[in-house]
């Protein structure tokens, strides 16, 4: 089956094997030391933005949830960027990656039915520059654009009359599935992010 994404947290430093290291910076988040990569650079931003533009507490985001996947016979550690809590529930998911957006839409929209007991409402897709926003249910693309992330203002709005919806086991085992085709086959070879264990028996 499918897990639901545990509190482990993804030390972003990890990274530092397939991503030029330009020095140290500060984590806008937690304070702590990060390697300088360009990656690193865009998640910054992203951190500050929610604090400072969307007006979100720091206490209501948490960086580098990883989800346990398991498919088939191999289990694996798949980070997310950033997930947003509102009143103790999940209720949006942020999916970073360099490139091209419309490929890592399905993934995302996996991952949000992974990472909580409920179906995230909202997932961003984004690279840094250029932001989708997406209904968790439907998928259907609602926005465009950094400044279309939702504020939390704006996401306490649409919660109001949110009905949550339990990702089923048989839902949870093929959004599974589509992780581990997206997120683990086709990840860069030199991702040390992405921990992938096969199961004996």
């Known amino acids: 089956m499918a897990f639901i994404g545990s509190t482990t947290l993804w030390h972003r430093k990890t990274m530092n094997d397939h991503h030029l290291i330009m020095g140290e910076l500060t984590d806008y988040l937690t304070g702590q030391t990060r390697d300088d990569t360009h990656d690193e650079r865009y998640l910054q931003k992203i951190a500050r933005m929610l604090i400072l533009e969307k007006r979100y507490d720091r206490s209501e985001i948490r960086s580098g949830l990883i989800v346990d996947v398991q498919a088939d016979a191999r289990t694996a550690c798949v980070p997310v960027a950033f997930t947003i809590a509102l009143s103790g529930r999940a209720a949006m998911l942020i999916h970073y990656g360099p490139g091209s957006l419309v490929t890592r839409h399905r993934p995302?929209?996996?991952?949000?039915?992974?990472?909580?007991?409920?179906?995230?409402?909202?997932?961003?897709?984004?690279?840094?520059?250029?932001?989708?926003?997406?209904?968790?249910?439907?998928?259907?693309?609602?926005?465009?654009?950094?400044?279309?992330?939702?504020?939390?203002?704006?996401?306490?709005?649409?919660?109001?009359?949110?009905?949550?919806?339990?990702?089923?086991?048989?839902?949870?085992?093929?959004?599974?599935r589509i992780v581990m085709a997206y997120e683990v086959d086709d990840r860069c070879p030199c991702d040390s992010t992405i921990c992938v264990k096969e199961i004996d028996g």
């Not at 039915?113 to 968790?136: F, K, S, W, Y």
């Not at 279309?148 to 839902?171: D, F, G, M």
């Open 108 to 176: 995302a929209l996996a991952l949000a039915r992974l990472a909580a007991a409920d179906q995230i409402p909202v997932v961003v897709v984004t690279n840094g520059e250029q932001a989708d926003i997406l209904d968790g249910l439907t998928g259907k693309v609602t926005g465009a654009g950094l400044a279309e992330i939702p504020s939390k203002e704006q996401l306490e709005k649409r919660l109001k009359n949110h009905v949550w919806a339990t990702v089923s086991p048989e839902r949870a085992k093929m959004e599974a």
